[in-house]
Structures are given as structure tokens and as C-alpha cells.
Nanobody, 114 residues
Framework: QVQLVESGGGLVQPGGSLRLSCAAS????????MGWYRQAPGKERELVAG???????NYADSVKGRFAISRDNAKNTIDLQMNSLKPEDTAVYYC????????WGQGTQVTVSS
């Protein structure tokens, strides 16, 4: 039984920071990709940041220089540090792990507003 649980979302002012965490439970083998997606109302889900098993990262252009994805093998988590947050970052953020299957968390709401 594989489960991904996101945490760390909430309300933050523009320019502020949040750190999201995705905790994985159960055994996951043959991981090809780990990352964070987000989806705003009326918009398609988009990839925010990804990290490979070798540690290579990639980011959406809109978050480059502001967000950083990392993994902690000891804690079995995938984290997303979000700095200099903007209102357009408001969305539900989802953790994703891809093997030959795709696993998703339930999502955590991030709202950037004054």
C-alpha cells in the first residue's frame, strides 16, 4: 500500500515563504521521477519541480530561482521550498512519484494573498 501525504500548505503573504513536504509510506520500487505539480481553479495541472533519482532537478520557468525541490531518503520525503511567493503561485500542490505506475498525494492548498 503506497501512500503520499502532502503537508505544509497554508496562507502566506506575497514575498513570503512556505516549505511543502511529501511523506511516502509503503514500498516504492523502480522510481523514475519525483516531483511537485500544482493546479489552480480552471487551469490544467502543471509541473512545478521535478527531481530524478540521481539528484537532477528541473523547474517550471515561472518558479525558477524561487523554488527548490529536494529529497530526504532517511525521512522518505520530497520537499519543496518556496520563496518569494506570488499571488499567481496560489494553487493546490500535489506530490507525484512515478514508477511504472503513478502515485499522487491528496494535495495541499497554498494561498498567497495579503
Amino acid at each position: 500500500q503506497v501512500q503520499l501525504v502532502e503537508s505544509g500548505g497554508g496562507l502566506v503573504q506575497p514575498g513570503g515563504s512556505l516549505r511543502l513536504s511529501c511523506a511516502a509510506s509503503g514500498f516504492i520500487s523502480n522510481i523514475n521521477f519525483m516531483g511537485w505539480y500544482r493546479q489552480a481553479p480552471g487551469k490544467e495541472r502543471e509541473l512545478v519541480a521535478g527531481i530524478t533519482t540521481s539528484g537532477r532537478t528541473n523547474y517550471a520557468d515561472s518558479v525558477k530561482g524561487r523554488f527548490a525541490i529536494s529529497r530526504d531518503n532517511a525521512k522518505n520525503t520530497i520537499d519543496l521550498q518556496m520563496n518569494s511567493l506570488k499571488p499567481e503561485d496560489t494553487a493546490v500542490y500535489y506530490c507525484n512519484v512515478k514508477t511504472r505506475f503513478a502515485y499522487w498525494g491528496q494535495g495541499t492548498q497554498v494561498t498567497v494573498s495579503s
